[in-house]
């Protein structure tokens, strides 16, 4: 065979692996492309196949909903020491056609507020009462709410907060979990955002982690999710920790038998 003709038959195999290398690339491209642009498919891939924790975590609430987890900070004080904060998820509170729902997390109890609806939280340092008042109008009422019993009281006009100890000057969301103390009520676990690896996740942007109380190498990893870091609650027995950020409200329950066994050897 002639050069020239071997020459012909390596021009035609390069244009041929050309093609097939444009085409594979092209299909490549369409498939990648979307989990590129879209990072939550991206997450949801990761869910589906077990690559990131929180397939099983319920999504109880979605942006559009308009539904808030009302988390009520337990101040535990401690001697020569500052306070210690506990959070407890108290409530879910919505809008609705005869005025503010709450719907109670340990009971599922709903009940009804003389409020057209509410920006401002705060609640008794033990979590027991909890006060809501719609700061954008100066007629609505200041509403006091007992958790245990569910009663609902209005404070006297003029009056925009109740005669009760406690900070009810500030919202409950001042005083939030920070990186890794999201103590549950009873002081069972510990809430914590993981530290990835790397600089970020590949899917998703934050997670969340729960550890035994007084053994943190005893951990679980419970849910990956994108967006902001949520605030987090947890139910008054421990057994549900609740969080929420501008995609939603979720739930995951959280029992002793699913973390690994103690280390503690002598």
């Not at 009940?111 to 954008?136: I, W």
């Amino acid at each position: 065979m002639s050069s020239d003709s071997r020459s012909h038959l390596h021009s035609s195999f390069q244009r041929r692996f050309l093609r097939i290398f444009l085409a594979v690339s092209a299909v490549a491209i369409l498939i990648l492309a979307p989990l590129i642009l879209m990072p939550g498919l991206r997450l949801d891939i990761a869910h589906r196949l077990d690559l990131a924790p929180g397939a099983g975590v319920e999504r109880i609430a979605a942006a559009a909903d308009g539904i808030d987890l009302i988390v009520a900070p337990i101040e535990i004080q401690q001697p020569n020491s500052r306070p210690q904060y506990r959070f407890r998820a108290v409530y879910l509170g919505r809008q609705g056609p005869d005025g503010v729902e709450l719907i109670s997390i340990d009971t599922g109890a709903s009940l009804t507020l003389p409020l057209a609806s509410y920006d401002f939280v705060s609640a008794a340092p033990d979590a027991s009462k909890v006060l809501l008042r719609d700061e954008r109008d100066a007629g609505a009422p200041t509403v006091l709410v007992d958790v245990a019993s569910g009663s609902v009281s209005t404070l006297p006009p003029g009056s925009p907060y109740p005669d009760l100890p406690g900070r009810w000057t500030e919202p409950v969301w001042s005083r939030s979990m920070g990186t890794c103390d999201g103590i549950s009520p009873n002081a069972v676990y510990i809430a914590c955002f993981d530290t990835p690896a790397l600089a970020s996740y590949l899917a998703g942007d934050w997670q969340i982690d729960v550890h035994i109380y007084g053994d943190v190498e005893r951990e679980i990893a419970v849910f990956r999710g994108e967006g902001f870091r949520p605030f987090v609650g947890w139910s008054n027995d421990d057994r549900w920790l609740y969080f929420q950020n501008e995609h939603g409200i979720w739930r995951a329950s959280v029992r002793e038998h699913m973390f690994p066994p103690s280390d503690n050897r002598v």
